[in-house]
């Protein structure tokens, strides 16, 4: 509920800040947030529209049908910002209106009784919307770009291009009447009712959604599409939209789409809801996908071709959209502060997805318990990365300055991982069932965490207020570290664990410092040589807990979280003997991926023989990459030779052979530069050319190698490929070349500066302006003037992906004259997104000092102690050989 959320978020705010390194996430201006009281109840929109796309205009008339909840109310106050409105009548009579503070205020001749119900029409007309809706065609950066149209309501944009009730706490029913010009396609939400011509170069579409519905899933899009057609369970219409000429991109893309409504319904145990589902993919959409009802909107980035099908999917995007029409279409969270109902349960959705696909491409698994395991843990570790590097929250809190403020790793990752653990405590009978309760009881309404708790209490019987007060009302995540011990006379294995973690509540103190406690069981399987294996539990409820469990004999190995379900950090010291053994032989691959990581702290020559063995033999990709990664870290003897042989013989999967190549950039020799060379020049898989590249830069150790390097790159970004991938390869690796940042190669920067300018390949020109960005770091006085030049033109492009790369550079440039062009662009830039990084960006370089110099220290330092680390790891292991 809103009270519990809320009460939790302001408690807590003091403790995020607690950890080192840490910013609060309530920046400048942040403040409570909360919903807004609802006078009148909305239960129809009926929007009639013109669509102008080369004009870059949208006006006609919106009618709301409304219900007055509280009586005498004297006016009408809709959302509305930059809106020409026209006129305003209720039930048919015209009405004065204004329009102030961001909304549209209708004054009524007299007030209304409460249960009464009146019609409401706005006539009104919008050039080119702040935000809401989108006009995109040709453009300085593509003169050939098509005319497209696209509306994006989430969180609260829908009132920059017509007035309404823009808030997620109400619901209606949609009709849309779009006219558009002959030869563009309108889609919206719902069933298409009539399409008919007018006969003056202009057709009418009539669209009709009967489901209730938060505004913001309200969507319009208009351009020239192709279209085809799939059938879903229960002969549900799955539709598909892309630019003409797309279309086999389109399928290999969206083609499991059926598949994933079916997977879907099977563990929901509630049929999809709503009359169609489409998915249309647009050109320089601001998000990944957008999960309005009935109609997802995507990125066409996401469209690719057969290569780079070999080792990309669109899967997890196309489930994570799909699961919205349950969790956020369905029911919807209340207020934002309550996100995490809508994001962290499609994230969740994302790996059910994965689990139940059994498919292969091109003789490769694509999902299975591995690959959702994998998932999992690489979505842990993005959550982890926030947390530890930007800031610590609760996943429900309603202080933001925007709503999108709260869109970030702990609402969709952590959202997702707790849901994961909820499933392992409930066991996936209780869990599932708990879900279908909780979706058939709000069928059509507005949630709130307390919602799901209740649904999960009735359920099972089991109170879980510990539960969500610790994962989802508290911050934070377990630290744990563990211990090991055998008492061979008593035939005991004792675990000890300890709560290293500070911040959050419910605290202890400890040392002086206040460390959140987490209550909850952990599973432990215990494997032997004969390879059968014990299931025990180690309960946490304190700083320090001890687990003793009996057994026949010394276990071979042991996995503490078999499946991976907990959210934590871990630190678990075994003998190195079992940690070979649970290398090789245990069945779970995240038990083995476990191993690796601790492996590849040691420097015995056996750790580098077992982690070798794993890169050749693991039958998953993911542990070899991590196996690959653990090599390229321990930089000893027979690591590199592991990693040049997994190359030359051959590592069959695609993404662990970019592991290998990312390994080897770290051996600067030339055997690993040659090798290097050979797969950035060719090779199956776009991802490893690229990635070879830029091993292969930084394997350079002068200037005069780099410039030989430079001409192979340029070639190479030259190379026709996938939204750019080898190009984008191509330029990270120029900034990895030795002397750029002190401009010994000043026909590099030239080269990469020029293709950070508009009208250069798109990804490519994202990927030299984070390049920009590093190299500021380091750079000559002469070099940082000359990139200050371009960063100051980039401030005035309108492309949403340009912005955040340039923000982002910017941050990354430790330059303190970067502070105004950043504060320029919050001045003008329309999405909360941008500013915020903008802002955070800011005060990061504000407080950073003379950072270029400190970090070219540092720099310099720990480059030599890891050489000197390196000449006695190899004297140690040459006198104990």
Same mark, same amino acid.
């Given at each position: 509920?809103?009270?519990?959320?809320?009460?939790?978020?302001?408690?807590?705010?003091?403790?995020?800040?607690?950890?080192?390194?840490?910013?609060?996430?309530?920046?400048?201006?942040?403040?409570?947030?909360? $919903?807004?009281?609802?006078?009148?109840?909305?239960?129809?929109?009926?929007?009639?529209?013109?669509? $102008?796309?080369?004009?870059?205009?949208?006006?006609?008339?919106?009618?709301?049908?409304?219900?007055?909840?509280?009586?005498?109310?004297?006016?009408?106050?809709?959302?509305?910002?930059?809106?020409?409105?026209?006129?305003?009548?209720?039930?048919?009579?015209?009405?004065?209106?204004?329009?102030?503070?961001?909304? !549209?205020?209708?004054?009524?001749?007299?007030?209304?009784?409460?249960?009464?119900?009146?019609?409401?029409?706005?006539?009104?007309?919008?050039?080119?919307?702040?935000?809401?809706?989108?006009?995109?065609?040709?453009?300085?950066?593509?003169?050939?770009?098509?005319?497209?149209?696209?509306?994006?309501?989430?969180?609260?944009?829908?009132?920059?291009?017509?007035?309404?009730?823009?808030?997620?706490?109400?619901?209606?029913?949609?009709?849309?009447?779009?006219?558009?010009?002959?030869?563009?396609?309108?889609?919206?939400?719902?069933?298409?009712?009539?399409?008919?011509?007018?006969?003056?170069?202009? =057709?009418?579409?009539?669209?009709?959604?009967?489901?209730?519905?938060?505004?913001?899933?309200?969507?319009?899009?208009?351009? =020239? !599409?192709?279209?085809?057609?799939?059938?879903?369970?229960?002969?549900?219409?799955?539709?598909?939209?892309?630019?003409?000429?797309?279309?086999?991109?389109?399928?290999?893309?969206?083609?499991?789409?059926?598949?994933?409504?079916?997977?879907?319904?099977?563990?929901?145990?509630?049929?999809?809801?709503?009359?169609?589902?489409?998915?249309?993919?647009?050109?320089?959409?601001?998000?990944?996908?957008?999960?309005?009802?009935?109609?997802?909107?995507?990125?066409?980035?996401?469209?690719?071709?057969?290569?780079?099908?070999?080792?990309?999917?669109?899967?997890?995007?196309?489930?994570?959209?799909?699961?919205?029409?349950?969790?956020?279409?369905?029911?919807?969270?209340?207020?934002?502060?309550?996100?995490?109902?809508?994001?962290?349960?499609?994230?969740?959705?994302?790996?059910?997805?994965?689990?139940?696909?059994?498919?292969?491409?091109?003789?490769?698994?694509?999902?299975?318990?591995?690959?959702?395991?994998?998932?999992?843990?690489?979505?842990?570790?993005?959550?982890?990365?926030?947390?530890?590097?930007?800031?610590?929250?609760?996943?429900?809190?309603?202080?933001?300055?925007?709503?999108?403020?709260?869109?970030?790793?702990?609402?969709?990752?952590?959202?997702?991982?707790?849901?994961?653990?909820?499933?392992?405590?409930?066991?996936?009978?209780?869990?599932?069932?708990?879900?279908?309760?909780?979706?058939?009881?709000?069928?059509?309404?507005?949630?709130?965490?307390?919602?799901?708790?209740?649904?999960?209490?009735?359920?099972?019987? @089991?109170?879980?207020?510990?539960?969500?007060?610790?994962?989802?009302?508290?911050?934070?995540?377990?630290?744990?570290?563990?211990?090991?011990?055998?008492?061979?006379?008593?035939?005991?294995?004792?675990?000890?664990?300890?709560?290293?973690?500070?911040?959050?509540?419910?605290?202890?103190?400890?040392?002086? $410092?206040?460390?959140?406690?987490?209550?909850?069981?952990?599973?432990?399987?215990?494997?032997?040589?004969?390879?059968?294996?014990?299931?025990?539990?180690?309960?946490?409820?304190?700083?320090?807990?001890?687990?003793?469990?009996?057994?026949?004999?010394?276990?071979?190995?042991?996995?503490?979280?078999?499946?991976?379900?907990?959210?934590?950090?871990? =630190?678990?010291?075994?003998?190195?003997?079992?940690?070979?053994?649970?290398?090789?032989?245990?069945?779970?691959?995240?038990?083995?991926?476990?191993?690796? *990581?601790?492996?590849?702290?040691?420097?015995?020559?056996?750790?580098? =023989?077992?982690?070798?063995?794993?890169?050749?033999?693991?039958?998953?990709?993911?542990?070899?990459?991590?196996?690959?990664?653990?090599?390229?870290?321990?930089?000893?003897?027979?690591?590199?030779?592991?990693?040049?042989?997994?190359?030359?013989?051959?590592?069959?999967?695609?993404?662990?052979?970019?592991?290998?190549?990312?390994?080897?950039?770290?051996?600067?020799?030339?055997?690993?530069?040659?090798?290097?060379?050979?797969?950035?020049?060719?090779?199956?898989?776009?991802?490893?050319?690229?990635?070879?590249?830029?091993?292969?830069?930084?394997?350079?150790?002068?200037?005069?190698?780099?410039?030989?390097?430079?001409?192979?790159?340029?070639?190479?970004?030259?190379?026709?490929?996938?939204?750019?991938?080898?190009?984008?390869? $191509?330029?990270?690796?120029?900034?990895?070349?030795?002397?750029?940042?002190?401009?010994?190669?000043?026909?590099?920067?030239?080269?990469?500066?020029?293709?950070?300018?508009?009208?250069?390949?798109?990804?490519?020109?994202?990927?030299?302006?984070?390049?920009?960005?590093?190299?500021?770091?380091?750079?000559?006085?002469?070099?940082?003037?000359?990139?200050?030049?371009?960063?100051?033109?980039?401030?005035?492009?309108?492309?949403?992906?340009?912005?955040?790369?340039?923000?982002?550079?910017?941050?990354?440039?430790?330059?303190?004259?970067?502070?105004?062009?950043?504060?320029?662009?919050?001045?003008?830039?329309?999405?909360?997104?941008? @500013?915020?990084?903008? *802002?955070?960006?800011?005060?990061?370089?504000?407080?950073?000092?003379?950072?270029?110099?400190?970090?070219?220290?540092?720099?310099?330092?720990?480059?030599?102690?890891?050489?000197?680390?390196?000449?006695?790891?190899?004297?140690?292991?040459?006198?104990?050989?």
């Amino acid at each position: 509920m809103n009270g519990r959320g809320e009460m939790h978020c302001r408690q807590c705010e003091s403790l995020w800040v607690q950890a080192k390194g840490r910013k609060s996430f309530s920046i400048t201006g942040s403040e409570p947030r909360y $919903a807004p009281d609802l006078p009148f109840k909305m239960t129809h929109v009926a929007l009639d529209v013109a669509v $102008a796309p080369r004009e870059k205009t949208v006006g006609g008339k919106v009618r709301y049908t409304l219900t007055t909840v509280s009586p005498d109310q004297r006016e009408i106050r809709l959302d509305q910002w930059g809106v020409g409105v026209r006129s305003a009548r209720v039930n048919g009579k015209s009405c004065e209106f204004r329009t102030e503070d961001r909304a !549209l205020k209708i004054r009524l001749e007299a007030p209304f009784a409460s249960g009464v119900e009146l019609s409401l029409e706005i006539e009104f007309e919008t050039r080119n919307p702040r935000r809401g809706m989108y006009f995109t065609g040709p453009d300085r950066q593509d003169p050939q770009k098509p005319l497209q149209v696209w509306t994006q309501g989430q969180d609260e944009d829908h009132h920059f291009w017509f007035p309404t009730f823009d808030y997620p706490n109400q619901k209606a029913s949609f009709e849309i009447i779009a006219t558009v010009p002959k030869g563009f396609t309108a889609v919206a939400n719902g069933a298409l009712l009539s399409r008919e011509s007018l006969g003056s170069g202009q =057709e009418r579409f009539h669209y009709k959604l009967a489901s209730p519905q938060v505004i913001y899933l309200l969507t319009l899009v208009v351009a =020239e !599409l192709a279209t085809w057609k799939d059938e879903g369970p229960r002969g549900v219409p799955v539709e598909y939209f892309v630019a003409p000429g797309r279309e086999a991109d389109g399928k290999r893309s969206f083609s499991n789409t059926p598949k994933m409504i079916e997977a879907f319904e099977k563990v929901l145990g509630v049929p999809y809801a709503f009359e169609k589902y489409a998915q249309v993919a647009v050109q320089d959409f601001i998000f990944g996908g957008m999960e309005n009802t009935s109609a997802t909107t995507q990125t066409d980035q996401t469209l690719h071709d057969e290569r780079a099908h070999l080792d990309f999917t669109s899967d997890a995007l196309v489930a994570h959209e799909l699961a919205h029409q349950w969790f956020g279409d369905l029911v919807t969270c209340r207020d934002w502060s309550q996100g995490w109902l809508n994001e962290g349960f499609a994230t969740f959705m994302q790996r059910v997805w994965i689990e139940a696909d059994s498919s292969k491409r091109f003789g490769l698994a694509q999902g299975g318990p591995d690959e959702a395991a994998y998932s999992q843990y690489l979505q842990l570790k993005e959550y982890l990365e926030e947390d530890s590097s930007a800031y610590r929250r609760p996943i429900v809190c309603n202080q933001y300055i925007e709503p999108i403020d709260l869109f970030d790793r702990h609402l969709y990752q952590k959202g997702g991982l707790v849901l994961n653990l909820l499933r392992a405590q409930l066991g996936p009978v209780q869990f599932w069932k708990s879900i279908e309760l909780y979706l058939t009881r709000h069928r059509g309404g507005s949630v709130e965490t307390l919602d799901l708790i209740r649904a999960i209490e009735e359920t099972t019987g @089991r109170n879980l207020r510990r539960f969500f007060d610790q994962w989802i009302f508290g911050a934070g995540h377990p630290e744990l570290e563990v211990s090991l011990s055998w008492h061979e006379e008593r035939k005991l294995l004792e675990l000890g664990c300890e709560q290293k973690q500070t911040g959050g509540a419910p605290f202890v103190e400890k040392d002086g $410092a206040k460390t959140w406690i987490f209550s909850l069981p952990v599973k432990v399987r215990l494997h032997f040589e004969d390879g059968s294996s014990q299931d025990e539990v180690l309960e946490l409820g304190s700083i320090k807990d001890r687990g003793f469990f009996s057994c026949p004999k010394k276990p071979l190995f042991v996995n503490f979280d078999p499946g991976f379900t907990l959210p934590k950090t871990l =630190e678990f010291k075994r003998p190195l003997e079992m940690l070979k053994a649970q290398l090789e032989k245990d069945p779970d691959c995240m038990g083995r991926i476990t191993a690796v *990581l601790e492996l590849k702290k040691s420097s015995d020559r056996s750790a580098v =023989e077992a982690l070798s063995q794993a890169l050749f033999k693991d039958a998953f990709w993911g542990v070899q990459a991590e196996a690959a990664a653990a090599l390229g870290a321990m930089r000893v003897e027979g690591a590199k030779a592991a990693l040049v042989r997994a190359l030359e013989q051959g590592v069959h999967h695609p993404k662990a052979r970019r592991a290998v190549v990312r390994a080897l950039g770290s051996y600067r020799d030339p055997e690993a530069s040659a090798l290097l060379r050979r797969f950035a020049e060719k090779d199956p898989s776009y991802f490893v050319e690229a990635d070879a590249a830029v091993a292969l830069a930084q394997t350079t150790k002068s200037a005069s190698q780099s410039r030989e390097l430079f001409g192979f790159l340029k070639s190479k970004a030259e190379t026709p490929s996938w939204r750019g991938t080898v190009r984008a390869g $191509a330029i990270r690796a120029m900034g990895e070349l030795a002397g750029l940042p002190r401009g010994e190669l000043p026909e590099v920067l030239e080269w990469i500066l020029e293709a950070s300018k508009i009208g250069a390949q798109m990804d490519g020109r994202i990927a030299a302006i984070g390049v920009m960005g590093q190299s500021a770091s380091l750079a000559a006085p002469f070099v940082r003037g000359r990139l200050l030049e371009v960063f100051s033109e980039l401030c005035d492009e309108e492309n949403f992906r340009i912005r955040m790369a340039l923000v982002a550079a910017l941050g990354a440039s430790g330059m303190p004259e970067a502070i105004g062009l950043l504060s320029r662009v919050r001045s003008i830039d329309t999405d909360g997104r941008v @500013r915020r990084h903008a *802002l955070e960006a800011s005060q990061i370089l504000s407080e950073s000092g003379s950072l270029p110099e400190v970090v070219g220290t540092l720099k310099q330092a720990l480059e030599k102690l890891e050489e000197e680390h390196r000449k006695l790891r190899a004297e140690w292991e040459t006198k104990n050989k």
